[in-house]
């Protein structure tokens, strides 16, 4: 199963699961309206079966300027960080991007917020597998939406961003969706194997319970040959791996300085994997600098949709 969850890069430009969101008005001003959606997931049965129940129905927020033609705006869809169970943070990040006609879509993933499972405290998944889980229907997710705004809404330009593990996320949806998207992936890592194999989250894993799952089926089991299986099932993870996006030139890192999670060598390597791509650097760690960086990272998602060709308009 876990070789399903990220196939072979041969098999990996799959078509998006199409979607009909349900929607409701949560609030709405004279230039701008928030509504939250909700669809079934788009994984497939097998996948599905694996997930806890709460995780079955996906939520999204979209914030959007009104009396302004779809074709003459862009969107682009925020994936959450560790940690981040609610809509708050993202709305905060894109709300000021409704001036330069920029909407925001903001997915709950699966295992956060509405959707956790009711015996995980937190962000503390319980097993290897839910972090698999959680970036495949993720992947799957953003991919409808984006298929969504394209060709339901009639969006005239799309992009994906995320911070941390959602920038992760990004890249992959990034790579591969089957249009061109502006790819924002900020202070994120290239694969799951650097944040908690290398980077501070390796202090807060369970080794040792992770040890005892695994003694069973080998008891000789030492507690490096449990962080060697770790590495080899995150390596799934690993972004280099994926085709490079439609449109390089329109993927930018957001990186940090002095990033105690994502050492500069694994930005490196994506941008090295991804000719065309840019890389750009904020002084500060990896949580001062989502804190003071926020008109940076607004700054990458213009410039990136910028390098995207306008849609033909409908006729």
Known sequence: MIKDLFPEVEGQNWPPSLIQPTWRTVWE?????????????????????????????????FLAPKHVPPHKMACVVHLAGTGDHSFDRRLHLGGPLLK??????????????????????????????????????TIDETRSLLHWLDYEAGFGKMGVCGLSMGGVHAAMVGSLHPTPVATLPFLSPHSAV???CEGILRYGTAWEAL??????????????????????????????????????NAVIFVAATDDGYIPKHSVLELQKAWPGSEVRWVTGGHVSSF?????????????????????????
């Open 29 to 61: 001003t004279r230039n701008a309206c928030l509504r939250e959606g909700v669809f079934r997931t788009t994984c497939d049965e097998q996948l599905i079966s694996a997930m806890p129940p709460e995780s079955h129905t996906a939520r999204v927020a």
């Open 100 to 137: 330069e006609n920029i909407a925001t879509m903001v997915l709950e993933s699966p295992f956060y917020g509405r959707r956790r499972p009711m015996m995980q405290h937190g962000s503390k998944l319980l097993c290897v597998s839910d972090l698999l889980l959680l970036g495949r229907a």
């Open 194 to 196: 650097v944040a908690f």
């Open 211 to 248: 040890r005892e799952d695994l003694a069973v089926q080998k008891p000789a089991m030492t507690l490096e040959d449990v962080r060697e299986r770790m590495r080899n099932v995150l390596s799934l993870t690993d972004v280099t791996r994926f085709p490079i996006p439609k449109n390089p």
């Open 291 to 315: 804190l003071l960086h926020n008109d940076e990272f607004r700054r990458a998602i213009v410039d990136g949709l910028n390098r995207l060709e306008w849609k033909e308009p409908p006729f």
